[in-house]
């Protein structure tokens, strides 16, 4: 399966690229890593007419923790945040994401905000971007917009961004003291797309109810999805035996998944269920674990 | 660079290939797998599955495991590639790793013993130490349809072994 011929463009400058791409619009991709772009074009899923790389515009790079705020930029590899200890100290939600993506080659060269623009409904990054909050930066040459994660996944394969508008950054707001996180999937084969996961992230206060939840589920529909319900059946009360169960069954109520060749709806909702029970009770158990140990 | 309308469909590419300086026009849409079996004549890159799921086609990459069928020519200009060709000694001796390989019977059809191989070098040449566990997890995305796992493992075990001293039973500690 060999790519499909294109034109082929290398900026040098984010403003090189926004005119790039505000003049070729919808005849064009963009090009970072090329992990999930280069499949879809390998499989002629994909034929875009223009590539635009992206590599060589340097203010794509930033990878840093300014007050408050974790900010990747669309250069940034997948492996560059798996090994970055800000990151497991500032977004471990993130950092618990990064073994469960595809294998370390794929890491090697894929990007965050790459993965975050594909808005495949099975991958783990658009689930941590709706659990923290995140903020994603778009330009064009009609320049900036803050696009909040809840307002950026659409559909399957589909964003908000619009055909001129290039994804910049991804802003995660830094992780409050005390939060706990973990994400959590079933998957044929370690490394494959998920058949159902869950990032999830909580804090409790002194007296251990829950002040603050964020359950975000992917491979179930076609996008990611909080799962309001459960959070609520959560929110003010402690981790019991009691308040798991209910979560549970307010998740397995709130989800509608679709089926496929690898798993019915029926046994996606169950599934669902279990991962949820699994992560809540690790949290139970782990009562110590605080953000910035190690996971 | 010869163009089209507002960019090129072929472009000069210049790299390190296995320590040589190499300068070519490549067309655009060439994979960095195509370039180095078809333009450089280095086929002990293999092709298998050419959509990143096999692993076959692994080289490295400034150091780093890649998938060379994800991956245009002209984005690794300016970089330094390995590949399986790369690791014998100019006199042929063989790699501790490729040596390994040979000693625990890790090479069934070796279709798959490249990638394998460069996968697990980089796990070497990390210098971390790591339980079986690890090891399983760091190749899980290298696959060997002759299933040839267990002597494969052993192999690259005991270059592990070698360079870094014995792997840990299981990861104990969560990493």
């Known amino acids: ?295 | 660079m010869t163009t089209n309308e507002v960019g090129s469909v072929s472009a000069p590419v210049s790299l390190t290939v296995n320590g040589t300086t190499v300068e070519r026009d490549v067309a655009v849409r060439t994979s960095l797998a195509d370039f180095l079996r078809e333009d450089l004549r280095l086929t002990g890159t293999h092709l298998g599955c050419e959509h990143g799921v096999c692993g076959a086609c692994t080289v490295l990459l400034d150091g780093a495991a890649v998938r060379s069928c994800l991956m245009l020519a002209v984005q690794a200009d300016g970089t330094a590639i390995t590949t399986i060709e790369g690791l014998a000694a100019p006199d042929g001796t063989l790699s501790p790793l490729q040596q390994s390989f040979m000693d625990h019977h890790g090479f069934q059809c070796a279709f798959c013993a490249p990638g394998f191989i460069l996968t697990a070098q980089t796990l070497i040449d990390r210098g971390v130490p790591l339980s079986r566990e690890d090891l399983r997890a760091e190749i899980s995305g290298n696959l060997c349809r002759c299933t040839g796992y267990a002597s494969i493992l052993e192999s690259i075990e005991a270059a592990i072994t070698e360079a870094l001293g014995p792997l840990a039973d299981s990861n104990g500690a969560a990493k």
């Open chain 1, 1 to 295: 399966m060999k790519f499909p011929g294109f034109v082929y463009h290398r900026p040098t400058s984010l403003e090189e690229a926004v005119e790039l791409l505000g003049r070729l619009g919808g005849e064009a991709k963009v090009l970072a890593g090329g992990q999930s772009l280069l499949p879809v074009m390998a499989l002629r899923l994909g034929q875009p007419e223009h590539l635009i790389d992206i590599s060589r515009v340097r203010e794509l790079d930033v990878l840093a923790h300014d007050e408050g705020v974790v900010r990747v930029g669309a250069m940034v590899t997948h492996a560059q945040v798996e090994d970055a200890p800000m990151i497991r100290r500032y977004a471990p939600l993130l950092a618990d994401a990064m073994p469960w993506i595809a294998h370390r080659a794929v890491r090697n060269r894929g990007t965050v905000c790459g993965s975050l623009a594909h808005a495949d409904p099975a991958a783990e990054l658009p689930a941590i971007a709706l659990a923290l909050d995140a903020s994603l930066v778009a330009r064009s040459v009609r320049g900036e917009r803050i696009i909040a994660a809840s307002d950026f996944f659409e559909g399957f394969l589909t964003t908000s961004l619009a055909p001129d508008e290039l994804l910049c950054e991804v802003r995660f707001p830094a992780v409050a003291p005390g939060t706990v996180t973990a994400v959590n999937e079933v998957c044929r084969r370690h490394g494959d797309y998920a058949m159902v996961g869950l990032a999830a992230s909580l804090r409790r206060d002194s007296a251990g109810s829950i002040d603050d939840i964020a359950l975000a589920l992917f491979a179930i529909g076609s996008t990611a999805v909080r799962a309001t319900n459960a959070e609520n059946a959560l929110r003010g009360r402690a981790l019991t035996d009691d308040t798991i169960a209910a979560a549970v069954t307010a998740l397995r109520e709130e989800l509608d998944p679709p089926g496929d060749n690898h798993a019915s709806p029926a046994y996606r909702r169950h599934v669902a269920g279990v991962v949820l029970d699994r992560t809540l009770r690790r949290f139970a158990s782990d009562a110590e674990t605080i953000s910035g140990d190690a996971a």
